[in-house]
C-alpha cells in the first residue's frame, strides 16, 4: 500500500535535548512538507522540500531542522531551541507538476515535553 | 487578521441533515482549494480539491467556490455519525510557494 509513515507515533522531550521525527513516503512524490497543528489554530508550515538536497523555511522554521538526503525520507529534528514543541507534527507530501497537486498526509506524531 | 478563516464550531447535527462548512478567504491570490476530513489522534484525509471558481461533486460531498466572494463551502447531504470529525479547509497559490495555508478546522458532531 502507497502511504506516508511517520514515526513514533509519540514522542517526549526532556529538556535540552534534540529530538527526531521520521517521515517516510511510498508514493514518489518530489515535495514533502512539515507541518505543526496546535489546538484552535490549524495547520502551519514548519519547512518543506520540492527536491532532494534542497529545502526552504516555513512560517515557523525556528528552533527546527531538516534534511533531505534520499526522496523517500524527510526527518525533522526539534531541536533545544524550540521552547513551546508539545504539538502534533504532520508530513505530508504532493507531486510537483503542472498546477498544484494537492497534499496527502501522514497520521502524525505527537511530542510532549517530560 | 489571518489569511483563512474558517468558523471552530463545534456544530452538532442530527442523522440525515444536510451539514454546511464555510470558510473566508482574504488573498485572491488563491487558486487552489481542498478540503481534508481529520479524525481525532489521526492525520488529515483528502476529501475535495477544486481549481478556481465552481462546484464539484463526490457523492455525499460538493464543494462550492465562489473567488469573487472569497468564499468557500463544503456541503454534506444525508449526514452520518461516521463523518463526525474536524474538517479543514485549505487553499494555496499558482506559483511560488506550493504550501497549503489552512483554516483553522471546523468540528462536526453528527448525532444519531
Known sequence: DGGITQSPKYLFRKEGQNVTLSCEQNLNHDAMYWYRQDPGQGLRLIYYSQIVNDFQKGDIAEGYSVSREKKESFPLTVTSAQKNPTAFYLCASSI?????????????????IL | QKEVEQDPGPL???????VSLNCTYSNSAFQYFMWYRQYSRKGPELLMYTYSSGNKEDGRFTAQVDKSSKYISLFIR??????????LCAMSKDTGRRALTFGSGTRLQVQP
Open chain 1, 96 to 112: 510537483l507538476g503542472a498546477g498544484n497537486q494537492p497534499q496527502h498526509f501522514g497520521d502524525g506524531t505527537r511530542l510532549s
Open chain 2, 12 to 18: 452538532s447535527v442530527p442523522e440525515g441533515a444536510i
Open chain 2, 78 to 87: 444525508d449526514s452520518q455519525p461516521s463523518d463526525s470529525a474536524t474538517y
